[in-house]
Nanobody
Framework: VQLVESGGGLVQAGGSLRLSCAASGSTFSINVMGWYRQAPGKQRELVANIISRGGSTNYADSVKGRFTISRDNAKNTLYLEMDSLKPEDTAVYYC?????????WGQGTQVTVSS
């Protein structure tokens, strides 16, 4: 499985961005897809994920009510709509996919929120 993110950039606090993650390869094997982020000097953390079967979602407390994860199965694309962005959301955002046997990661996309 190959994952390619896009959509990062620089935005002012209170603004919005939408990240996209295009998946290719053995996408039928994916059980969960999600977004993680890593800020300088901090550990990588889960932002949100979505279960392939059923579509249930899970969010970090810090982004609940502001971020929305979604998936277009026909396009094999994962999205993260980010609203009301805060400077503390600044990080490299990574797309992640999990099968029963392996985890896959994208190359990451930088999101910078200025105050």
């Amino acid at each position: 499985v190959q994952l390619v993110e896009s959509g990062g950039g620089l935005v002012q606090a209170g603004g919005s961005l939408r990240l996209s993650c295009a998946a290719s390869g053995s996408t039928f094997s994916i059980n969960v897809m999600g977004w993680y982020r890593q800020a300088p000097g901090k550990q990588r953390e889960l932002v949100a994920n979505i279960i392939s079967r059923g579509g249930s979602t899970n969010y970090a407390d810090s982004v609940k009510g502001r971020f929305t994860i979604s998936r277009d199965n026909a396009k094999n694309t994962l999205y993260l709509e980010m609203d009301s962005l805060k400077p503390e959301d600044t990080a490299v955002y990574y797309c992640n996919a999990e099968s029963l046997w392996q985890q896959y990661w994208g190359q990451g996309t930088q999101v910078t929120v200025s105050s």
